[in-house]
Every structure is written in structure tokens, then in C-alpha cells.
């Protein structure tokens, strides 16, 4: 059983930059970012598979960028120019199946770290 251990959430002003980690127990093929906002349903933010292949949802590419340090299993979301819309309970997720990391089926998830943007 996989394990995955967020951090770096909290609450900034519009237009700043919160940089959210996530480590994993062992070694994982894909991991991603996930977002649900109070009353929408969970969505997709960015996956990054071993070998640093990306997927982003959309144009959050535009102000989000995933990374990852194999070595420390851990996962990274470096986000900026943060908006009001982007408040949202962040989890982190994992997997070891060897199949495209986007998607929305995945065998491990955090707890969840939540992010608020003020305006």
C-alpha cells in the first residue's frame, strides 16, 4: 500500500505563487495533481508520469507546472498568478500501472491539501 504525504498548501492573496509536494512511500510510474472546489466535482490538474512526461487540464499549463524528483518519489505543483477560481482541496494521487497517466483512475491518494486564493 502506497502512501502519499502532502504539503505547501495555505492561503494567498490573488496573484500569488504556493508551491503544493507530495511524497510517495515507494516507487510510483505516474503520479498527479487533482483539484475539488466546494461544490464541483473533482478535477484533473497535471500528471507526471517516471520518465517526467506531463499532461496539464486545459491552460492551467499557462500558470501551473508539474515536476518531480524520482529519487525522492516526490512530486511537486508549483503554481502562480493564483486566482480566486483555483480555491480548492488539492490531492496528490499515485499509481504503479504502467498505462497513460491521464486519467482520472488512480490505485492511491492523499489526504488532500487545501488551497485558498482571496481576492
Known amino acids: 500500500q502506497v502512501q502519499l504525504l502532502e504539503s505547501g498548501g495555505g492561503s494567498v492573496q490573488a496573484g500569488g505563487s504556493l508551491r503544493l509536494s507530495c511524497t510517495a512511500s515507494e516507487d510510483v510510474y505516474c503520479m498527479a495533481w487533482f483539484r475539488q472546489a466546494p461544490g464541483k466535482e473533482r478535477e484533473g490538474v497535471a500528471t507526471i508520469d517516471s520518465l517526467e512526461g506531463t499532461t496539464y487540464t486545459g491552460s492551467l499549463q499557462d500558470r501551473f507546472t508539474i515536476t518531480r524528483d524520482n529519487a525522492k518519489n516526490t512530486v511537486y505543483l508549483d503554481m502562480h498568478s493564483l486566482k480566486p477560481e483555483d480555491t480548492a482541496m488539492y490531492y496528490c494521487?499515485?499509481?504503479?500501472?504502467?498505462?497513460?497517466?491521464?486519467?482520472?483512475?488512480?490505485?492511491?491518494w492523499g489526504q488532500g491539501t487545501q488551497v485558498t486564493v482571496s481576492s
Open positions: 494521487a499515485a499509481d504503479q500501472t504502467y498505462v497513460s497517466c491521464a486519467r482520472d483512475w488512480y490505485a492511491y
